[in-house]
């Protein structure tokens, strides 16, 4: 596993929408700047609460859709028109770019032979770069949970371990469906990570996620260990 490379940037957001659209800037910029460079621009959503108004923001800016590629970084074992499906809040806050040419994949996390489902998922990531090319999105958007879970990397569930697939079935905690997830690897390799966080009930779990420790405990600290550029856009009840 690589080390950490740089000091995680910290932007501070004065309200919901400046949030929201920091947050959208920095994704578009960068889904720009790989579609010049390399033609396309491939990047993992999280789903959750916080994010869909930069996504909507971003689906607003002008960019080349059709040469962009969505996955997403987490499912819940739910029907892609269930209310607490990812897909279904994705696809809703994105559609214009959409409809423009970009290709959103959905995680089947509904299947009953989920790790069949995580296989697949993650044979469409790597054709898309093909047999010759390490795998390395363009961007990740993650969020964080108060228990400092990140993607569906619960604490005390050994998924920050996972290293030998690029995404896993997993168990969630407090009751919650399991998951289809992107595993460390994914992320690790990623050109950005942009984590989304607002409230007050972050700040503690952002703290911890950017201290030193045991991943395990606190999974979000993984992402200091990322190769490429950390960004978190908080609000300033977040603001670690
Ligand atoms: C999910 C997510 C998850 C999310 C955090 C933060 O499916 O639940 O992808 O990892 O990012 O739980 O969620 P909120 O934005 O709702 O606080």
Known sequence: ??????EPEILVAASDTELSSLG??????????????????RIALSGGS??????RALAGYQLPWSQTEWYLV??????????????????????PAIRAGGKLTRMEAERVDREAAA?????????????????????VVMGIGDDGHTASWFPGRGSTAIDDRLVAAVEAS????????????????????VVLAKGA???????????????????A??????SGRVVWVVDEAAAP
């Open 201 to 219: 009930a972050k700040r503690g779990p952002i703290l911890r996620a950017l201290a030193p420790g045991s991943n395990e405990e606190v999974p």
């Open 24 to 41: 959208a800037e920095v994704v578009a910029r960068a889904i720009d700047e790989a579609v010049r460079d390399r033609g396309v621009a």
């Open 174 to 193: 407090d009751g919650l469906e399991p998951r289809l997830t992107v595993t460390v690897p994914l992320v690790m390799t990623a050109r950005l990570v």
């Open 1 to 6: 596993m690589s080390q950490a490379s740089r």
């Open 50 to 55: 916080t994010p869909a108004p930069t996504y």
């Open 119 to 139: 296989r697949d998922y993650e044979k469409r990531i790597r054709l898309s770069f093909g047999v010759t090319s390490a795998v390395a999105l363009d961007v």
């Open 221 to 226: 600290r993984v992402l200091a260990t990322a």
């Open 74 to 95: 987490d499912e819940r074992a739910v029907a892609p028109d269930h209310e607490r499906s990812n897909f279904k809040m994705i696809a809703s806050a994105l559609d």
